[in-house]
Nanobody, 123 residues
Framework: EVLVVESGGGLVQPGGSLRLSCAAS????????MGWFRQAPGKEREFVAS???????YYSDSVKGRFTVSRDSAKNTMDLQMNRLKPEDTAIYYC?????????????????WGKGIRVTVSA
């Protein structure tokens, strides 16, 4: 059974930083992709960033230059360093795992989801 667990969320002031972590277990292949998504209140879930098994990274335009995704394949973990946070970054953040060869850039590439973790950016 594949298990995906997010950690590190919380409350932060605008302009501040927060680091999210995702841990995966039970994945039977080493060639899997990992990605971050978020869902703000009243909005659909959207892609944030991803790290492919080949080492490529992808970002949405809304976070490019502020967020950095990293991955430790040996530990099956992926982090999301979020800097210069804005109130509009407030959302539930989800980690996803994709076992296809297509890098994660939408829900369609995700096979397994974590339960999500809340990030609130507010003064």
């Amino acid at each position: 059974e594949v298990l995906v667990v997010e950690s590190g969320g919380g409350l932060v002031q605008p302009g501040g930083s927060l680091r999210l972590s995702c841990a995966a277990s039970g994945v039977t292949t080493s060639m899997y992709n990992m990605g971050w998504f978020r869902q703000a209140p009243g909005k659909e879930r959207e892609f944030v960033a991803s790290f492919s098994w080949t080492g490529n990274t992808y970002y949405s335009d809304s976070v490019k230059g502020r967020f950095t995704v990293s991955r430790d394949s040996a530990k099956n973990t992926m982090d999301l360093q979020m800097n210069r946070l804005k109130p509009e970054d407030t959302a539930i953040y989800y980690c996803g795992i994709g076992e296809s060869f297509i890098a994660i850039r939408s829900d369609a590439e995700v096979d397994y989801w974590g339960k999500g973790i809340r990030v609130t950016v507010s003064a």
